[in-house]
Every structure is written in structure tokens, then in C-alpha cells.
């Protein structure tokens, strides 16, 4: 590429960043990245009663977690500012006023609105969706200043963009029927404009408009369901674009490393949150024990189980034990539960389903089992093996009320490991509360 690539990303600060907005700025980035371009924030804030200071501060939030950081922006400054567009209302006037001066436009009370001339085809080659044309004559004069002083959004986008060295637009789909407009403006004041990639629709499962029906749609309840950025990051890439071969699951250097424009799909892109849960359980699954940890510590507290009384080096020993169990940490923090403490144990297992006829048999198999020496998985493992076979029963019924006086639950990693793990005192102290060993 000859000049340095220039993308933007330009949320108006009206609500939270959106998963849509949220997969834009992520297209945006990958391209700025993976040619080493230049990635920008600006700030459509031009709708005066909704745009708010805390909303902005929120989308830049989602964008920092995503790991989406940006090369010039409101926060950082840059060589082409002001980057909030409520601070650069005398460039849209000084444009406005010129193509009214070359008799381009035309007042309207205070508005200033420009004259579509007929006869013009509107041509352009979207790196997506291929040659798009239209024709003037099916276009409204376009209002550029509105009666209240403020830029309309196909004027202001304009602007922007060339004064700002936009040399790539990646936007979603739904700004195609903008384009032509956008053309005209460039064509009038005499300006190049710049290439256009457009982005395929996020639709649910059922093919309809993505709205909350379909799950979250705000970049942080991803976060604080429990979804890890990498992970996000990786599911919205694979929304209209794929690596090259049919791996789902990558990191955020691979994905930059073979970004292109070219591959990125025209179909729909279908938001999937079982495929999201695949991918964010194979990214937990591959992290650092203790960056797990951090991750599914907060859920633990949130659910006030007694972090503190163990150590970090037991704690994320639990869930490496867990062997990649749990589709988000949220998940993670419920199914280990039983390592922090024996309460949330007692609170969901009673006991009452161990009949009669079976308890002094367990008591016996128990106690043994707490003899063993070293307290290890694989003894204990042999143990129950070998008693079973002596007095003719099955495993299943050794094993299992283990499971549930230990866990509460009926899947777990391997009962002796598990039991392994939380030690010979604290296995005797959870047999003994259900009668399964002389307390």
C-alpha cells in the first residue's frame, strides 16, 4: 500500500458500545493493525439532548477491555483534532459556506442544504459488496447545516473523514444507501474519497435484527457474565470474516496477522452464543492457572465463599482440576464451589437418598478409605476397586455418594482426585456430616 492506512471508528455517545459497534471497531482495528496503519476514535456527538460525557467514557471502557486501543482520539489528542464533533462545528460551517458561495447549496431559513445535480451516476467499488451505482435522480437534496446549527450525519461524516485522512470507511451494511450521498459531497468539494468496505448485518439465530432477545448486547455484560475479552475479541472476528482455514478459535496477533478486507463475507453474520461459549471455554481452558484464577475469584466473592481461607496457589490447583469445565468463569466459579467451602455442599445435598440397607456398608468402605497411606487419588482409586469386586458391588455405588458428600453435585473431575485434593480431615468432616463415617 502507497500511503499509510487511516481508519476510524465513530460511536455517537448514546448508550453503551453495542456488539455491532463493539464488531465494527474491531474490523477497523484489525485492518489499522495488520498494516500498519492508524486506528482512530472520533466522537459523533452532534445529537446534543441524548449524547452524554458518561456515555462516551463507557464506549471508550468496552473498547479498552476489548483491547481495542486507538492511535488519536478525544482522550489522546492527534494531528487532525478536535476528535469530538460537538468541537468542530466552524469546519462543517467554513465547508458548508463555501459550497453555498459556488452556488452548490442553498439556505433554507437556517438551514444550509445541498442541491443534488441530475444527471450523475454514483459509482463506487465496496471492497465487500462489489460495484454499487446510482443514479442523482433518485436522491433528495441533501441537508448539510441543520436550523439548529448542527452538522446532519452525511454532511458531518464527510467532513471528517477527509480533513481527518480517512482513506479507508469499514462500516456496517446498513451505511451502503449513504454512500452516494457521501460521493456527491466529496465530488463537490473536489476531494478523492475514500474506499469503502462495508460489513455483513449480526443477526440471531432466528434471522432476525440482533436485539437483547438474543442475549446481551452490550460489550461489558459479556464482561461481567463472565466471557473473557480474548474470547470476545476471537467470536466477533469470526462474525463475516474467517482465518483462512476452519480454525474458530485464534489469538488476536493471529487474527491481525491474516486480516483481510478481501475475505471478510457479504452473508449475514449469525450471533451464536453457543459458538461463543466454545470459544471462550477453549480460550479459559488455555490460560496461565493464575490469570484463571483472577478471573473466577470475583464470582467466588460475589456468591460470599470464604476466598481468604485458602491459599492462591490451592485455589487455581482447583481449577486446573476442574480440566476445562466451565463455558465462562461465572460457570467455573459455580462448578468449583465445593473447593472453597463445604456449605454451598450442604445447601444443595442433604443425604436422604443413601438408603438404609447401604450406610453401614459405606461406613466401612469410608473408613477404610481414610486410612490410606500415602492420600493419594490412585490407592484410593485401588482400593475401591478391589472392594468392590470382593463384595460383589459396583463401583457406581462407592463412588457416587462419594461424589455428592464431597461435591453436591452429580458431575465432577475424578472423585479420588478431587478428594485427593481437598485432604484426608476435610473428606472425613463431609462423610461425617452425612453419617458416612463415625464423626
Not at 41 to 51: G, Q, V, Y
Not at 99 to 115: F, H, Q, R, S, V
Amino acid at each position: 500500500m502507497d500511503k499509510e492506512v487511516r481508519v476510524r471508528f465513530a460511536p455517537s455517545p448514546t448508550g453503551a458500545l453495542h456488539i455491532g459497534g463493539g464488531h465494527t471497531a474491531l474490523f477497523n482495528w484489525l485492518w489499522a493493525r495488520h498494516t500498519g496503519g492508524k486506528f482512530i476514535l472520533r466522537i459523533e456527538d452532534t445529537d446534543r439532548e441524548r449524547s452524554t460525557k458518561e456515555y462516551e467514557e463507557t464506549i471508550m471502557s468496552g473498547m479498552t477491555w476489548l483491547g481495542l486501543d486507538w492511535d488519536e482520539g478525544p482522550d489522546i489528542g492527534g494531528p487532525v483534532g478536535p476528535y469530538r464533533q460537538s468541537e468542530r462545528l466552524d469546519i462543517y460551517r467554513k465547508y458548508a459556506e463555501q459550497l453555498l458561495e459556488e452556488g452548490k447549496a442553498y439556505m433554507d431559513g437556517p438551514a444550509i442544504i445541498y442541491k443534488v445535480p441530475e444527471g450523475i451516476t454514483l459509482a463506487f467499488d465496496d471492497i465487500v459488496y462489489g460495484h454499487i451505482e446510482v443514479k442523482s435522480e433518485t436522491l433528495k437534496d441533501i441537508v448539510m447545516i441543520k436550523s439548529d446549527g448542527m452538522p446532519a450525519y452525511n454532511y458531518a461524516v464527510v467532513i471528517d473523514d477527509y480533513t481527518m485522512g480517512i482513506n479507508y470507511v469499514i462500516r456496517g451494511e446498513d451505511h451502503i444507501s449513504n454512500t452516494p450521498k457521501q460521493l456527491l459531497l466529496y465530488k463537490a468539494l473536489g476531494w478523492e474519497p475514500p474506499q469503502f468496505a462495508h460489513l455483513p448485518m449480526i443477526l440471531g439465530k432466528d434471522k432476525k435484527k440482533l436485539s437483547k432477545r438474543h442475549g446481551a448486547t452490550s460489550v461489558y455484560e459479556y464482561r461481567d457474565m463472565g466471557y473473557m475479552p480474548d474470547s470476545v475479541f476471537n467470536f466477533l472476528a469470526i462474525l463475516g470474516w474467517s482465518i483462512g482455514d476452519d480454525r474458530e478459535v485464534f489469538s488476536r496477533e493471529e487474527a491481525t496477522k491474516c486480516f483481510d478486507l478481501k475475505r471478510v463475507n457479504r452473508r449475514a453474520a449469525v450471533f451464536d452464543m453457543d459458538k461463543l461459549n466454545y470459544i471462550n471455554q477453549e480460550h479459559l481452558k488455555e490460560l496461565d492457572p493464575m490469570v484463571r484464577l483472577d478471573m473466577v475469584e470475583p464470582f467466588w466473592k460475589e456468591a460470599q465463599l470464604p476466598v481468604e481461607e485458602h491459599t492462591r496457589e490451592f485455589l487455581a490447583g482447583a481449577l486446573e482440576l476442574m480440566g476445562g469445565r466451565g463455558r465462562t468463569a461465572k460457570e467455573l466459579a459455580e462448578y468449583s464451589d465445593y473447593f472453597v467451602s463445604f456449605e454451598p455442599v450442604k445447601a444443595r445435598y442433604n443425604g436422604s437418598d443413601v438408603p438404609e440397607e447401604d450406610k453401614d456398608m459405606l461406613r466401612s468402605f469410608f473408613g477404610e478409605l481414610l486410612k490410606i497411606d500415602p492420600w493419594e487419588a490412585e490407592p484410593m482409586e485401588e482400593l475401591a476397586r478391589n472392594w468392590a469386586a470382593e463384595k460383589d458391588v459396583k463401583m457406581k455405588k462407592l463412588a457416587m455418594p462419594l461424589r455428592w458428600a464431597l461435591t453436591g453435585v452429580k458431575v465432577s473431575p475424578g472423585i479420588f482426585e478431587v478428594a485427593e485434593y481437598l485432604g484426608r480431615d476435610e473428606v472425613r468432616q463431609r462423610l461425617a456430616h452425612y453419617g458416612l463415617v463415625e464423626a
